[in-house]
Structure formats: structure tokens, C-alpha cells
């Protein structure tokens, strides 16, 4: 008996009752008997080469029906997967996954045994086969034979095609009965199901606007704590600042003093020196000698800047102390003698593999000294020529930041720069408007007082000493202004009195101009900062004070508008108190008669330039 494929089932081959599976169904005609309609004259009778093909090709059928059910019930299994469990009701017992069974493929006549599978006993040929009512032949009389029985030539006309009910076996996707009682649900299948449930009570959309709300109201918390943070302090600094502004100039000095000190630190520590052991990713560490002479080249610029300061305001205290007079007349000797030996130091202390960075630090720290230490000095020299030359300019440094800040969040749409995103262009010009106008007002307020206006010849004045009194500059003087005529009358009319002239002092148009500088330039201190920080890509200087981040944050502004302070009322408002006879004093000890001679002939050309003529 041959082997049976596994595209058939066991009765439907042994209904073929194929003998070898060497014989072609071309070449060999099978002579299995095929049963007949059952009958008590009837005997077995064999089947022809069609009825074998139409076998066969049921066969074939019937193996495509099974692939195509074993594939549906694949894709049924990855639906119901990806679903979940949650769709399957939870007093039913759980259904078992349907396998899909691969079925070997044939090589020549070796077949490989599926896996079995139990099927029903096979019926009796003579169940199988069934004649067709149309084609059915009335059957002779005494039982005779079929008339092609009694003559066996090709010629003759075959008998009826019986067709044959080949019963369906067991499908391979069928649902295997459940036990009784039906085992409990994995624990993942619990997790799935109550995943599900949650999915179910809580959309998706849900939770996610719920996580959306709760980070907006961690977030709300948190700047509603960095602003009373941020408030509280400012509100100290107002307080200390005041503190200090009335309790003299020397403790605004060492103020200023401490406030570049920590700008310094901060704006150093930015430049890590650091170098890599040869053929290792571990850091070896700083060169030990590059914090101390960033140290030593503070200390000496301060050393040099702060001691001509003091020699030019001071000069009566120091030329008249025996002590100090030798440091006095070669103080500038003695600076740079200091910063050649810190020159020397920083040649000497060299290292192969620190070179690069060695070289880098050299010429930060220099950097840094003109940028921060040398716009300190210019300030320091503000506060000696009168606080009010420090105390409103800083003023209004700290007003355009605050109205920047009220017009941005109010009417702020466009960005201004794109290294201060939070900078808009209707704060900007807001924040203009209201500095001057403040400038005008607290600039005024504070030129009544003389302890704002003098300049400093005593440190230990304070303003409940009332000990400083000057002549106070000409830009502190009032003066009226004459109105033309027209203007007065229309002003007149419109007052209901006369006005016909209007009293000013030049302090207030200086104030104009300090204003302006405060609103349009001095920002660009703050934008210089942020580009700064985004080049090193932290987000504050350090934390020096709380919710305001490092000093540098608060005094980027400020050393900008102390240099144009300075340089702008030096060049322009400095009333320089020098009389004819101190100058001929200088010309007579000091010059030659060569000297004088030449000396007499440029002034002399500079007064006919000028359109007066001098006769000699």
C-alpha cells in the first residue's frame, strides 16, 4: 500500500486504494473495486480513469479549503491578540489560540507524516460511492450484469459516473471542547485585562489632558516661587543698596569693589583648564598655578586703577604724609614693576600639555580685567565726583529692566533679538518712554541735596553729617528759559496768567541723554551677556544671589552705563576748577623761556582762530 500525502484524509485515500505511488494516473489504470448502490444482486464493481481524476481533484479541493481555513484562523488569532483580552467575557472559559499547521512539502515519492491528528473510522467503500439519479441506468432483469460487463470494449459506452461523498474530516481550527472547570487567567492576562478596564474608564485623551494640567500647575507653582524668591530679594538689595548709599562713599566704594570681585570669579571660573593623560579619557586636573596669578593680575590692576584714583581726589592727604608720598610720586612705576612680575611668573610656570590652554587663560584673564575691572574704576570715580552720577544712572538701569519687563508681559508680541527671546519690541519701546519720563522726575528730586551733588574730599562723611557742602557744578544751577513771544501769549491765554519764561537746568537735559543711553544702549550690555551664556550654554553666571542667578546677571547693564557715565560728564559737564594764576605758576616753574615763547605763539594763533584778535 502506498503512503498517503498529507493533503488527504485517511478515508479519502483509502477510498483511492492506490497500490504504489510510482504509477502516474496517466499511465496506469487502477483497479480497485468501487462499491456500488447497496443491493442484494448487486456486486462490486471497478472505477474508471475519470472517477480516479474527479477523486483526485476533490483531494486537491479539499487540501485548498483546509490552507485557506488555516489561514483565516490565523489572521482571527492576530485580530484577537491585538485587541486584547479585554473583549472576551470573563465567565467564559478562555478559548486555546489556533495553531496553523505547516504541512510538509513532497520530494519525489519520500512523504513526510504530518502530525496526526485523530480522525473518524473510515466508512465502507460502498457508503462512499453513490450514483448519480441522471445518469443511473435501469438495472436488468435476473440480476444480468450491466451491459458493459458483457462486452469489455473501449467502444462501448461507459457506465454512469458514480460520484463520491467524501465525509469531511475533523477541521484543524475547530475549538477544542473546555474543561469543566477552566483554569484561571494568567497573571499578564489579568494586568492586559485591567490595563483595559483603566483604558476603558480613563480614555486616552483624558489622561493626557490631565498630565498636560498637572505639569501647567507644577509649572504655575514653581514660577509663582521663583517670583516671590526673586521679589524678596530684590526688595533686600533696594534696602541694602540705600543703606549703604547713605552711610557714605566709602562704603559704596567697597561695594562696588565686592560686586566686580564675584563678577570676576564668575566670569574666570567659565575657563576650565584641564588636560587629557596620553592615551587615557580621564581628566588629570587644573594647572596649579593658573588660579593664582588670575588672582595676582586682579590684585595689581586694582593695585594701579584704584591708587591713581586716590592720588587725583586725595591729594592732600597723601603728599602730606612723608609715608605715603614716595608710593604717590612712583605709583606707576611701582604697578607695572608688580605686573612684570607676574609677567615673569606666568612664563616661568609653562608646562608642556598645558601650553594651549595656559595661553587661553593668559589672554581671558586680560579680557576680563579691561572688560570688568577697568569699567569698575570708572565707576568708583563716578561716586567720588558725586553720588548722584552713580545713584541715577544705576537708577535708571533698573527702571528700563523693570518697565521692559511690565510693558513685555502686557503688550509684548515681537520677538526683539534672538539672543533674549523673552525681549519684544513693544516692551522695548515702552520701556523708553518710561525712562525718561522717570529719569526726569528722580533725576531733579535728588539735585536739591548737596550730599548728592558734591564731590568727595572726606570719607567719613555721611548724610546725617551734614558736613559736605560745595559750590555746586553749573549743571546743577537753575536758569529760565525765554519763551518767543507767540508762545508765551498762547500760553498765557491757555493758563489764564502770564508765562513768559519757563525755568530749567542743564542737569535735566544731561538727564534726557542719560535716559536715552539707559533705554537703547545699555540693553545691549544685557544682549552681549545672553550671547555669552548661550556660547557656554548655561543658563545663569552662577547663584550668588537667589532668583536673580549670579552678580553678572544683575551688573551687565551696569558696568556699560558707568563707562559712558563717566567718559560723557568728563568730556562734557566736569567743571575743571583751575584759575589764571595756578596756570602762570606751572608756566613760570615748569617751562623754559623757549618754552614760554612757543607756548605764547599758539595761544596766540588759537585766539585769531577763534576770531579775536590779539595785539602784542
Not at 1 to 11: H, I, L, N, Q, V
Not at 233 to 247: A, D, K, N, Y
Not at 437 to 463: H, K, N, Q, S
Request: glycine share 6%; hydrophobic share 40%.
Amino acid at each position: 500500500m502506498a503512503t498517503r500525502p498529507t493533503f488527504t484524509s485517511k478515508t479519502a485515500w483509502a477510498a483511492l486504494d492506490v497500490e504504489s505511488g510510482e504509477d502516474t494516473d496517466e499511465e496506469v489504470l487502477d483497479e480497485t473495486p468501487a462499491s456500488q448502490p447497496e443491493s442484494a444482486s448487486e456486486s462490486n464493481s471497478k472505477l474508471t480513469k475519470s472517477a480516479l481524476r474527479k477523486q483526485k481533484a476533490l483531494a486537491r479541493q479539499e487540501k485548498r479549503q483546509q490552507e485557506k481555513l488555516a489561514r483565516a484562523a490565523a489572521r482571527a488569532q492576530a485580530a484577537a491578540a491585538a485587541k486584547g483580552a479585554a473583549a472576551v467575557d470573563l465567565k467564559a472559559p478562555p478559548q486555546p489560540a489556533v495553531q496553523e499547521q505547516s504541512e510538509p512539502e513532497l520530494s519525489g515519492s519520500a512523504v513526510q507524516e504530518p502530525e496526526k491528528v485523530e480522525e473518524p473510522e473510515a466508512l465502507p467503500v460502498k457508503e462512499l460511492v453513490q450514483p448519480v439519479p441522471e445518469h443511473a441506468t435501469p438495472k436488468p432483469a435476473n440480476g444480468a450484469a450491466h451491459p458493459h460487463e458483457a462486452n469489455g470494449s473501449a467502444s462501448q459506452p461507459a457506465a454512469p459516473e458514480p460520484v463520491v461523498a467524501l465525509p469531511e474530516p475533523p477541521r484543524r481550527d475547530a475549538p477544542v471542547p473546555a474543561d469543566p472547570k477552566p483554569a484561571a487567567p494568567a497573571p499578564s492576562e489579568k494586568e492586559a485585562v485591567a490595563a483595559r478596564r483603566n483604558d476603558i474608564e480613563n480614555p486616552p485623551e483624558q489622561k493626557q489632558q490631565q498630565q498636560q494640567l498637572e505639569q501647567e500647575q507644577a509649572e504655575k507653582a514653581k514660577k509663582k516661587s521663583s517670583f516671590l524668591t526673586r521679589t524678596l530679594w530684590t526688595f533686600i538689595m533696594i534696602g541694602g543698596f540705600i543703606t549703604l548709599l547713605l552711610m557714605g562713599h566709602a562704603y559704596m566704594i567697597v561695594l562696588v569693589m565686592l560686586c566686580q570681585t564675584l563678577v570676576y570669579r564668575e566670569v574666570t571660573a567659565l575657563f576650565s583648564l584641564k588636560r587629557k593623560d596620553v592615551g587615557q579619557g580621564n581628566a588629570r586636573g587644573r594647572d596649579p598655578w593658573s588660579k593664582t596669578l588670575n588672582w595676582y593680575f586682579f590684585a595689581v590692576t586694582n593695585y594701579f586703577l584704584y591708587g591713581e584714583s586716590i592720588i587725583y581726589y586725595f591729594k592732600h592727604v597723601v603728599f602730606s604724609n612723608a609715608q605715603l608720598t614716595p608710593f604717590a610720586t612712583n605709583h606707576r612705576f611701582v604697578s607695572f614693576t608688580l605686573y612684570l612680575i607676574g609677567f615673569v611668573g606666568f612664563v616661568l610656570s609653562l608646562k608642556r600639555g598645558y601650553l594651549k590652554q595656559q595661553f587661553g587663560l593668559f589672554c581671558w584673564v586680560h579680557m576680563t580685567l579691561l572688560l570688568i575691572v577697568v569699567s569698575s574704576h570708572f565707576i568708583v570715580n563716578n561716586i567720588l565726583e558725586g553720588l548722584i552720577w552713580f545713584w541715577v544712572p544705576a537708577s535708571l538701569v533698573i527702571c528700563n529692566d523693570v518697565f521692559a519687563y511690565v510693558w513685555g508681559i502686557t503688550l509684548g508680541r515681537t520677538p526683539l533679538i534672538k539672543l533674549s527671546p523673552k525681549k519684544t519690541v513693544e516692551g522695548f519701546i515702552g520701556a523708553f518712554f518710561s525712562t525718561i519720563v522717570f529719569g526726569l522726575l528722580w533725576g531733579t528730586y535728588f539735585m536739591r541735596f548737596d550730599y548728592m551733588i558734591c564731590p568727595m574730599r572726606d570719607l567719613g562723611v555721611t548724610a546725617w553729617s551734614g558736613q559736605l557742602q560745595c559750590t555746586p557744578n553749573p549743571a546743577f544751577v537753575w536758569r529760565d528759559w525765554q519763551m518767543p513771544a507767540p508762545l508765551s501769549v498762547f500760553l498765557s491765554t491757555l493758563i489764564g496768567h502770564q508765562v513768559t519764561t519757563v525755568p530749567y537746568a542743564p542737569y535735566q537735559l544731561h538727564l534726557l541723554v542719560l535716559s536715552c543711553f539707559a533705554s537703547l544702549v545699555a540693553p545691549f550690555g544685557g544682549f552681549f551677556a545672553s550671547g555669552f551664556k548661550r556660547a557656554f550654554d548655561i543658563k545663569d553666571f552662577g547663584h550668588s544671589i537667589p532668583g536673580h542667578g549670579g552678580m553678572t546677571d544683575r551688573m551687565d547693564c551696569q558696568f556699560l552705563m558707568g563707562v559712558f557715565t563717566y567718559v560723557y560728564y568728563s568730556s562734557l559737564i566736569r567743571d575743571n576748577h583751575v584759575t589764571v594764576g595756578s596756570i602762570l605758576q606751572t608756566i613760570v616753574s615748569g617751562l623754559t623761556l623757549t618754552e614760554q615763547l612757543e607756548l605764547m605763539a599758539d595761544l596766540k594763533r588759537y585766539l585769531e582762530s577763534q576770531g579775536v584778535t590779539v595785539r602784542l
